[in-house]
C-alpha cells in the first residue's frame, strides 16, 4: 500500500527552461500535482504522478553531467576503479548523458544508452557507440544480439527516472554476464530525510531509492548488493554493487548490512518516520520564505546561484518569485536566457562580474556549495552572503 505524506503542490516539469515566462495551466498538462508516497511493502518512495518519460527526456534536455568538476572528478574515479575491480572487456551506460564518465574508456570498450538526442549526439560524434533510445527491453534485445553480453552495467541518476522498473530490471539482467555487474548510483534517501533536501523530488525523480528498497527490488531478479559506496554527490548519494544470486566470485561486503541496519535504526522501515519528514518541510519551507521577506524588507539584492531542477521545487512550493529573487546565474548553455520554470526568473550566463553588486545568493546548487565557495572567495570576501534551505533554512 502506498502511503502519502509529501505534497508539493502544483509544479512545473523541472527541466523546460521555457524562452517566455507565460503563464503555465494545469489542463494544458503544463503543471501536474507533485505527491510523493511510501510503499509500506516494498519501502519505496515515488511520486504518485508519473510523467511519461518522452515528455520529459527528449530533443533539448538541458543538463550536462560535466558542467561541474564535481562529478567529472568523481566520475574519473569511479572508472579507475571499475577498470581495477572489475577489468570490463565490454561496459554500458544507462544515461550516458554527454559522456562525462565514458570519456574515461576506449572507444571499442563502451555502449552508450541515451534517450536525448541532443546529448546521443555528443557521445556518437566523439566516436562512441551510442544508442538513442529508452533503456528497455527491446533495446536490450537489440544489444544482445549485437554484441552477445556485457561485463558492466552502469547508471547514474537515471534508473530511478524510469517508472517501469520492473522492465528496467529484467533488461539488465537479460544483457548481463553471468559474473557480470551492475554499478547504480541515485540520491540516498536517508540523506535526503537527514538534510530536509525535499527539493530532491521533481518530475524526473519518479522514486528516491534507500538500501531498503533497492535489496528488496533487486530480489525479484535473482539480483543482490554486495557492495555499497557512500558518494557526496548531488546532496549524498549510494553507489550499489549488485551481482547475480549465483555469482560466488565476489563477497558481499559488511557495507551491505550496514547501510541497512542505519536505514533501519533511523526508522526508515516505518510510514511515521515519511510522516514527521513531510511535517518539517511544511516548516522548512515556512523559515526559507520569512528568511527572503527579512532580506527583502531592507531592499538587499538577491540572486540565485545553479538554475538547478531542484530550484524548480523550491520556487514554485515556497512561492517565490521575481520580486525576491532578480535572476538565476548558471554555466550550462541550454538554460541561459531561459525563464526558471514555472516564474518570471531569468538565467543568465554565469559571469563572475555579475556578482559584484549582489548581497545575497540563493544556492540552487547546494548540493555543489563546495566548489561554488572556492570559486567566489571575492563574492564572500566583499561580505556576500549564500543562503540556503539544506539541512534548514540559514544565512551562511
Ligand atoms: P545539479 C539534474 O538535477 C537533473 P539538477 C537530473 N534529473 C538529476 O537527477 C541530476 O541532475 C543528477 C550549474 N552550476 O547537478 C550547472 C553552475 O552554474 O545540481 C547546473 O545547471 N556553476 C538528471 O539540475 C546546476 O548548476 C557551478 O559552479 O538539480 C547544477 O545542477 C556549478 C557547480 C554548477 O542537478
Given amino acids: ?54 515528455i520529459m ?84 534485445n537489440k544489444i544482445k544480439n549485437k554484441f552477445n553480453t556485457v561485463d558492466v552495467i552502469y547508471s547514474a541518476n537515471t534508473l530511478t527516472h524510469i517508472n517501469d522498473l520492473n522492465q528496467v530490471f529484467k533488461s539488465i539482467s537479460n544483457l548481463l554476464t553471468q559474473d557480470g555487474i551492475l554499478i547504480i548510483e541515485d540520491p540516498s534517501f536517508l ?26 527490488l533487486l530480489h525479484e531478479f535473482d539480483l543482490e548488493l554486495f557492495d555499497i559506496e557512500k ?51 511544511k516548516k522548512s519551507k515556512n523559515d526559507l520564505i520569512k528568511i527572503f521577506k527579512k532580506i527583502k524588507n531592507k531592499n538587499k539584492k538577491i540572486i540565485g546561484y545553479g538554475a538547478t531542477a531542484k530550484a524548480t521545487t523550491i520556487l514554485n512550493y515556497c512561492n517565490i518569485g521575481d520580486s525576491i529573487i532578480d535572476y538565476f546565474v548558471d554555466t550550462t548553455p541550454d538554460k541561459i536566457n531561459r525563464f526558471m520554470p514555472g516564474t518570471k526568473i531569468k538565467i543568465k550566463k554565469y559571469n563572475q562580474k555579475l556578482l559584484d553588486d549582489v548581497n545575497y545568493i540563493y544556492l540552487g546548487a547546494w548540493n555543489f556549495k563546495d566548489e561554488i565557495f572556492k570559486k567566489e572567495k571575492k563574492f564572500i570576501k566583499s561580505g556576500g552572503k549564500f543562503i540556503t534551505h539544506v539541512p534548514f533554512p540559514k544565512i551562511i
Fill in 1 to 54: 500500500m502506498i502511503k502519502k505524506f509529501l505534497d508539493l503542490g502544483y509544479q512545473p516539469l523541472a527541466n523546460k527552461y521555457l524562452k517566455s515566462c507565460k503563464k503555465l495551466s494545469i489542463k494544458k498538462k503544463e503543471l501536474y500535482r507533485l505527491t510523493v508516497g511510501f510503499d509500506t511493502k516494498t519501502k519505496l518512495v515515488s511520486l504518485f504522478n508519473k510523467i511519461p518519460d518522452r
Fill in 57 to 140: 527526456f527528449d530533443s533539448n534536455y538541458p543538463y550536462k553531467s560535466s558542467m561541474s568538476k564535481t562529478m567529472t572528478d568523481s566520475f574519473k574515479k569511479l572508472s579507475v576503479e571499475i577498470k581495477k575491480r572489475f577489468n570490463p572487456k565490454l561496459f554500458l551506460e544507462i544515461g550516458s548523458n554527454d559522456g562525462a564518465l565514458i570519456k574515461n574508456f576506449n572507444r571499442n570498450q563502451v555502449i552508450c544508452v541515451e534517450p536525448c538526442s541532443n546529448l546521443a549526439k555528443i557521445t556518437k560524434g566523439k566516436g562512441y557507440i551510442t544508442y538513442n533510445n529508452y533503456w528497455d527491453l527491446n533495446l536490450s
Fill in 191 to 216: 540523506e535526503c530525510i537527514k538534510k530536509l533536501s525535499y527539493d530532491q523530488f521533481y518530475n524526473e525523480h519518479i522514486y528516491i531509492f534507500s538500501a531498503l528498497s533497492v535489496k528488496k
Fill in 231 to 281: 558518494l557526496d554527490t548531488h546532496g549524498g548519494s549510494l553507489r550499489y554493487f549488485i551481482k547475480r544470486i549465483n555469482n560466488n566470485k565476489f563477497k558481499i561486503k559488511n557495507t551491505v548490512s550496514k547501510q541497512i541496519s542505519t536505514e533501519l535504526k533511523f526508522g526508515l522501515a516505518n510510514f511515521l518516520t515519511y510522516k514527521k519528514f513531510g511535517i518539517s518541510v
